[in-house]
């Protein structure tokens, strides 16, 4: 019986730090996430004249630039409550050693989903003009997000 006692208190225990460590990255501050040579690909050279606004709706760290013109990006850290929703989408990008689902992309916009742990990142992205080069909109976020995801080490 005192087996099956200690059992159910270790148990417990892992179950808390689990949690605790799962949350963790509720605490990041995604506005601090993006450089600025990032954020100007999409709102241009006065990204660094942008103050970024910062959210936490529904326990969902979140940071927004908005440009003068149409440029703006959205980054957020959140669990998705079904991840298959996502995870299902056709149209994925690689983005480092994971994979980005891609929710939709024009020539100059790109919504992307990152499956990583322990959260998702999304980021999404609008510039005023489109990109110079000849990669697709959503290459050049997941080039973005991959570098978020090693500035938050995951």
Same mark, same amino acid.
Request: with cysteine; aromatic share 6%; proline share 5%.
């Given at each position: 019986?005192? !087996?099956?006692?200690?059992?159910?208190?270790?148990?417990?225990?892992?179950?808390? +730090?689990? /949690?605790?460590?799962?949350?963790? @990255?509720?605490?990041?501050? $995604?506005?601090?996430?993006?450089?600025?040579?990032?954020? +100007? #690909?999409?709102?241009?050279?006065?990204?660094?004249?942008? #103050?970024?606004? &910062? /959210?936490?709706?529904?326990?969902?760290?979140?940071?927004? @630039?908005?440009?003068? *013109?149409?440029?703006?990006?959205?980054?957020?850290?959140?669990? $998705?409550?079904?991840?298959?929703?996502?995870? =299902?989408?056709?149209?994925?990008?690689?983005?480092?050693?994971?994979?980005?689902?891609?929710?939709?992309?024009?020539?100059?916009?790109?919504?992307?989903?990152?499956?990583?742990? $322990?959260?998702?990142?999304?980021?999404?992205? &609008?510039?005023?003009?489109?990109? #110079?080069?000849?990669?697709?909109?959503? =290459? !050049?976020?997941? &080039?973005? !997000? =991959?570098?978020?995801?090693? &500035?938050? *080490?995951?």
């Amino acid at each position: 019986m005192a !087996a099956v006692a200690m059992l159910g208190l270790t148990a417990c225990s892992q179950d808390s +730090e689990e /949690t605790d460590s799962a949350s963790d @990255w509720q605490q990041e501050d $995604p506005c601090s996430l993006l450089t600025e040579e990032e954020a +100007e #690909t999409y709102l241009g050279e006065d990204a660094s004249a942008i #103050t970024p606004k &910062r /959210t936490d709706e529904q326990d969902r760290p979140r940071c927004d @630039w908005k440009g003068t *013109g149409t440029g703006e990006v959205t980054l957020m850290l959140w669990e $998705p409550p079904m991840p298959d929703v996502i995870t =299902d989408a056709s149209d994925t990008v690689k983005v480092g050693d994971t994979i980005g689902y891609i929710t939709s992309e024009t020539a100059s916009s790109c919504h992307l989903d990152v499956a990583a742990h $322990p959260a998702f990142v999304q980021l999404q992205a &609008r510039g005023s003009g489109g990109l #110079t080069s000849d990669e697709s909109y959503c =290459d !050049a976020v997941a &080039r973005t !997000a =991959d570098g978020v995801l090693a &500035r938050l *080490g995951w």
